[in-house]
């Protein structure tokens, strides 16, 4: 557990290092400005948004770990390279490169059955190739039919418990 809380605490602190010196308009790049603020306001967005729940909200924040290897870089470049220790120094550096490759990963080359690729099969064998679905089975059944069935997303708003 505190071996997952370190990277975030570390980014935490980071970033609130970078916008006290923002407010304080001290010796503040660009690039740096950008992207501590992009991820200050993001996350804000985030926690006051009560659309995003779950796993749909990772693909907002998928930048972070980027992000924060750049501020890193920008800090150590900022102390000059030789300013910052050598252990301290391969640490940071090591530490963003991870952050770098935790963005990458080999996505899985086994097609896996879904529920949407069963519903995918029923549909076009019963030659019921165009209709409606939600948005995830929509999206999902009509990629996977290569086309050969069409799902348009509808989305049901739920008003005094009633769908509509």
Known sequence: MLLRALPMLFGIGLIVHTLKKIFQKKDIRFIE?????????????????????????SRYIAYYPTALSILI??????????AVS???????IGFACI???AN???PKTARISTSQ???????????????????????????????????RAIT????????G
């Open 33 to 57: 400005s950008i992207i501590a603020l992009g991820i200050a306001f993001n996350g804000l967005f985030l926690i006051i948004a009560d659309f995003v729940s779950g796993s749909q909200g």
């Open 73 to 82: 870089v920008i800090e150590i470049s900022r102390k000059g390279w030789l």
């Open 86 to 92: 050598g252990i301290r120094r391969w640490t940071l």
């Open 99 to 101: 952050l770098i490759l």
């Open 104 to 106: 990458f990963y080999v």
């Open 117 to 151: 690729e069963r519903l995918k099969t029923w549909l076009y064998e019963n030659d019921l190739t165009d209709g409606y679905a939600d948005f995830w089975d929509a999206n999902m059944v009509t990629l996977s039919s290569r086309n050969q069935v069409r799902l």
């Open 156 to 163: 049901f708003r739920q008003e005094n418990g009633d769908a």
